[in-house]
């Protein structure tokens, strides 16, 4: 973290709780999904990856499904001028069952089924069922929520070196400091840099005791230079101008 805030737009609580999936936990998600049936499944996968708000999911449309291209077309909520749709890429394995589990294209076809919603669910029933398969998954917290798959769509991104005006325009941001809170959470680049510090610190030779190093080199040669100077004066020679010093 990076002198992070606790504000509206911090990834994380006042007692330092995350407001997202980290990785072990999206894959824990995803295993979960495979548990639902495909309705369930297809809803949780979506908002997963696209990082879209529980609302845009649910307005989604089989018009809003480009299969050719791999993108949704999500109308952006949340923003003072209306209408604004952003285009965000989905897995192929995500598009091949929403295609399978709708028919797609057979609704494209179609001018009334095209603009019919994939989900007629309302929003508390899909919220439920996000926080069933958080239950079934053992994610507990303030992450177990839709916000939380939002949050962690995020951090992936720029964990994954995504450009940040690209993670802004699919989350549908109006400005970038809102996406750059993501920047914030500690990636794999940093741990290494962090892993190298450490690994620096143990390879340092361990700290000499008190008295050691210098100070016992003086001790030595003051030692020494009142021998030699014992030494000249049973001889009979001068006294050693070092041993004057060192009295």
């Known amino acids: 973290m990076q002198g992070q805030s606790y504000s509206r737009l911090s990834l994380f609580e006042l007692s330092g709780h995350r407001k997202y999936l980290n990785a072990v936990e999206r894959q824990c998600f995803i295993r979960a999904t495979a548990r639902q049936r495909a309705a369930v499944r297809l809803f949780c996968l979506t908002l997963l990856w696209s990082g879209a708000r529980i609302s845009e ?15 949704a077309s999500i109308t952006t909520l949340k923003r003072r001028k209306r209408g604004v749709v952003r285009q965000v890429p989905l897995p192929p394995d995500v598009l091949r069952g929403l295609q399978r589990h709708f028919r797609l294209r057979r609704s494209q076809r179609d001018g009334r089924r095209a603009t019919r919603r994939l989900w007629r669910w309302s929003r508390t029933t899909a919220w439920r069922h996000v926080k069933q398969v958080m239950a079934a998954a053992g994610i507990t917290g303030k992450a177990a929520m839709p916000k ?30 809102t996406t750059a809170i993501y920047g914030d959470v500690i ?11 450490w690994k620096t610190q143990a390879e340092q030779p361990r700290a000499r005791r008190w008295g050691s190093g210098a100070t016992n080199d003086r001790r030595k040669r003051r030692r020494r230079f009142r021998a030699e100077a014992q ?6 020679r001068t006294t ?8």
């Not at 499904?65 to 791999?70: L, M, Y």
């Open 231 to 236: 030494a000249k004066r049973r001889t009979g």
């Open 148 to 177: 939380g798959l939002r949050h962690g769509f995020g951090v992936k991104a720029f964990q994954s070196n995504v450009p940040p005006h690209l993670v802004q325009r699919w989350l549908g941001h109006a400005s970038l400091k």
């Open 187 to 197: 990636g794999p680049e940093e741990r290494a840099f962090a892993a190298r510090m």
């Open 57 to 71: 999911v649910l307005a989604l449309t089989p018009a809003a499904i480009d299969i050719e291209s791999g993108v």
């Open 240 to 247: 050693c101008p070092a041993d004057l010093l060192i009295r």
